[in-house]
């Protein structure tokens, strides 16, 4: 990524640098002065022909190696006397299974002076796509010339570290992941006054920082159900009540009772949860995913469209119905099942953290 002002007379050397470098996988290029006569492919722009302004405009360049183009949209383009933000949704060809898709915010703020206004803008923008897509790859980067999302309410990890003009950090990139990139210092770009930033990916997936569970799930069936019927219609239910001393205790013995028949009739199977598996994901999808892959191995297309067309609709049902579930923790008067679902939804973990204490010792406990 980088400022890299006119970018006309500076196209054989991004051309160079993308065709035998893999640092240049994608780019994020700002305040960019543009001629129609450009011959490079790009996603970005705005409503009227980039050549056209007087300034240039912000851009993102991105390889077709790494993403199809059909799979980077332009969600968002604004400009304003305080900011210019352009929005593109991509869907690169490999993404940790945690992330649904990457929204890469560019953003150019023209001087310090609307530094404040220019961040109450964007803490704007970024709250909108936020609420639209909760489980993406949220990155913003851009010529920020000291306009700082710390003291907003957007909660974003500053990924670079080294300087980008002189000894000033004024290029940054924000992400809604803990140590996402390693920032290295690159050459300028032609003649450009900021320098290039290389971005070492150190993000670790899910699936190799936590380890898989394993859980035991009862299988309700038929067959398991008639036999707890059975196990609960030859039982003496007034031995119960003869021995409580009052209706809290008998509640407690029979629900006791209950959950001991269900342990001994129910079967139960041990089921692996890995770390990046989504909640929506039931047993019911997983049926029709190995159709699709049972298909897919015959080579039959014709069944492989109607299996695809039942499993976005299963899915999309599938996700209503886990909706449903959590927005209906609120709307119970159970005040745990409320704070439940708050933090399921705000990520919380509660985790506490363990305190060393040294050893209490005689002369110790004098002092």
């Known amino acids: 990524m980088g400022n890299v002002q006119s970018l006309t007379n500076k196209i054989d050397e991004i051309s160079a640098n ?14 960019t002065i543009m001629s129609q006569s450009m011959d490079l492919n790009y996603y970005g722009g705005s409503d009227c022909p980039i ?9 993102i360049y991105v390889n077709e190696k790494w993403c199809h183009q059909n799979n980077a949209l332009i969600k968002r383009h604004s400009c304003s006397p305080n ?24 953003v150019y703020v023209p001087n310090r002076n609307v530094a404040k206004s220019a961040a109450s803008e964007l803490v704007d923008i970024i709250d909108q796509f936020e609420t639209m897509a909760p489980d993406a790859l949220t990155i913003i980067n851009g010529d920020f010339n000291h306009c700082n999302l710390k003291r907003s309410s957007v909660n974003y990890y500053q990924q670079i570290k080294c ?24 050459p300028k770009l032609g003649k450009a006054d900021h320098n ?9 997936p899910k699936i190799q920082r936590e380890k898989p569970r394993t859980i035991a799930v009862k299988q309700w069936n038929n067959a398991s159900i008639d036999h707890l019927r059975a196990e609960l219609d030859s039982t003496d239910w007034d031995i119960f009540v003869e021995a409580s001393a009052d209706v809290h205790e008998l509640t407690q013995t029979i629900s006791d009772y209950i959950s001991f028949c269900v342990e001994n009739t129910i079967p139960s199977k041990q089921v692996k ?20 892959k049972g298909l897919f191995k015959k080579g039959d297309t014709n069944a492989l469209k109607e299996v695809q067309k039942e499993l976005k609709k299963v899915i999309a049902e599938e996700k209503s119905a886990y909706r449903d579930k959590i ?5 119970d008067n159970n005040m745990k099942r409320v704070w439940d679902g708050i933090r399921l939804m ?22």
Request: with cysteine; aromatic share 12%; glycine share 2%.
């Open 273 to 292: 949860i890995f770390p990046n598996n989504k909640p929506w994901i039931t047993k019911r999808v997983k049926v029709i995913i190995n159709k699709k």
């Open 163 to 186: 300087p980008t003009r002189d000894a000033a950090i004024l290029d940054l990139l924000y992400t809604n992941v803990k140590d996402a990139y390693l920032s290295i210092q690159l």
């Open 83 to 106: 900011i210019e933000v352009l929005t593109v949704s991509l869907r690169p060809y490999y993404l940790p299974r945690e992330f649904s898709h990457a929204i890469v915010h560019t």
């Open 196 to 204: 290039l930033v290389n971005l070492v990916p150190r993000y670790r």
């Open 327 to 331: 927005e209906g923790l609120f709307k």
């Open 18 to 31: 993308c065709k035998y470098f893999h640092e240049f996988r994608n780019a994020s290029i700002r305040l």
């Open 346 to 367: 705000s990520g919380y973990s509660n985790k506490s953290k363990s305190c060393h204490l040294p050893a209490i010792t005689t002369d110790y406990a004098m002092i």
């Open 51 to 59: 050549w056209q302004r007087k300034r240039g405009c912000v851009c």
